[in-house]
């Protein structure tokens, strides 16, 4: 059967500093920025490369995807406007309509949404670890990205049908992408 990989972004930490910017306009802080360059060191070793990227148009989200370049073979890049502050349920039905052909598909956007869609990808709590599971539910910090296999196609992902593949939290890694010893 042939695997297919969903990775789900959230944006990295924004900036909070001036209370009249708008939502939609928060750029990231100096530590979503750095959050950001770690992230795109640890796809790197990797190899988390996805084929098409669907992101939101807010500038947090944005900025943290032009924070994951450049790319080894650029993916399409798909702004979408659904995807601000998109619930669950929105989220998967955005998945849904992936072509079938689309090996690799990247997700970055925002909070609850997608820590909500993430665990209801692996409501059968099957992750290849339980560290990584136990993460996932505790919370999705800004920066954090979740990694899935989704057997068979786009179309007929439901809940419960995604493998956790790992959950990287940007506290988990060092400033070269490499994650830190687990917490004992």
């Keep these: 059967m042939f695997m297919r990989q969903l990775l789900l972004l959230r944006h990295a930490k924004s900036s909070w500093d001036d209370p009249s910017v708008p939502d939609r306009e928060r750029a990231l802080s100096p530590r979503g920025h750095r959050a950001a360059a770690a992230m795109r060191q640890a796809m790197r070793r990797l190899g988390l490369a ?3 990227v669907l992101v ?3 500038r947090r ?3 943290t ?3 994951l370049e450049p790319w080894d073979e650029a993916p399409l890049i798909e702004p979408m406007e659904v995807l601000y502050l998109a619930g669950a349920m929105r989220l998967l039905d955005i998945v849904r309509g992936v072509p079938e052909t689309v090996r690799s598909v990247m997700v970055v956007g925002h909070n609850p949404g997608m820590h909500e869609l993430a665990v209801l990808l692996d409501k059968k709590g099957v992750a290849a670890s339980p560290t990584a599971i136990g993460h996932l539910r505790a ?3 800004a920066g954090a990205l979740a990694e899935f296999n989704v057997p068979g196609g786009w179309s007929r992902l439901d809940t419960g049908g995604g493998q ?3 959950f990287l ?3 988990d890694l060092q400033d070269d992408g490499s994650e830190t010893a687990p917490e004992r």
């Design 169 to 171: 939290r940007p506290r």
């Design 139 to 141: 919370g999705y910090p």
């Design 65 to 67: 995807l032009d924070a």
């Design 56 to 58: 939101s148009p807010a």
């Design 50 to 52: 996805p084929d098409l």
């Design 61 to 63: 989200t944005r900025e």
């Design 164 to 166: 956790l593949v790992r």
